[in-house]
């Protein structure tokens, strides 16, 4: 092989390199590459954080409200801001009864993340003036949709200064699944985990989302026989957030 032939394998193979480092950066919801990301909790604590996407959900997040409440459980909802305004009572009613409320974008838009840093920025800013109206304070967490990042979203973030949650645990909820499924997903979860479900679906999703609240007396179940005690992330995450970061609209 030439020296011209070899160069260029070279490059082209560290191009490729590069860009495989940077899919991962972008796809991978627990990569910090571009931004700070916390996905689980201390592991010697016998707590877990559930975590609700994509809601309040009409019919679904109702259900998991009164479950959560006979379970003693406390959970932490990324919100749909466009959801959250158009259903300021189920928002409420998330607030008042003790569970933390989190930022997961206005619209969700499944392309979005391509989108510009004033994009990103109008996006969580307009969730946080959603929650804020209605609870009377905004949320400090963020979850990117799908938790795709990208440099872009990054920077928003920093602007806005929210602490952006992944996940450890993955229910598998936000995908056509059973109730069954879903309870042997979490089935895996283990102290310090933070655990992913869903209560509701984006705006580009048909997907039945009443697995999930079916699932959800069998998942409280599991994790109370096996010593692990449902919270909030900011309860999870007290040492490693800031008063700043841990500060939501049920904070108070």
């Not at 974008?105 to 800013?125: C, I, K, L, N």
Request: glycine fraction near 8%; charge should be positive; include cysteine.
């Amino acid at each position: 092989m030439s020296p011209l032939a070899t160069t260029w394998l070279c490059g082209a193979g560290a191009v490729a390199a590069a860009g495989g480092v940077f899919s991962y950066g972008m796809f991978a919801p627990r990569s910090p590459m571009f931004c700070p990301v916390i996905s689980r909790g201390p592991t010697d604590c016998g707590r877990v954080a559930l975590t609700f996407d994509d809601g309040p959900w009409p019919g679904s997040t109702e259900p998991i409200l009164a479950m959560l409440a006979a379970a003693g459980a406390r959970a932490t909802f990324f919100v749909i801001g466009r959801y959250a305004a158009a259903r300021p009572e189920l928002l409420r009613r998330i607030h008042a009864e003790g569970h933390q409320l989190a930022n997961h974008t206005y619209d969700h838009h499944r392309a979005g993340m391509f989108g510009s840093p004033a994009y990103w920025e109008s996006q969580v800013r307009r969730t946080d003036d959603a929650i804020a109206r209605i609870t009377g304070s905004p949320p400090r967490l963020f979850r990117a949709p799908m938790g795709f990042k990208s440099p872009l979203l990054a920077a928003a973030i920093r602007r806005t200064g929210h602490t952006v949650i992944a996940w450890s645990c993955k229910s598998r909820d936000g995908i056509t699944t059973t109730p069954g499924r879903i309870v042997r997903n979490v089935a895996r979860a283990a102290a310090g985990d933070i655990i992913l479900l869903h209560d509701g679906r984006d705006p580009a999703s048909r997907r039945d989302v009443s697995p999930t609240a079916a699932a959800l007396p069998e998942v409280l179940r599991d994790l109370r026989a096996r010593a692990l005690h449902p919270v909030r992330l900011d309860e999870l995450l007290i040492h490693t957030l800031t008063p700043a970061a841990a500060t939501g609209p049920s904070s108070a």
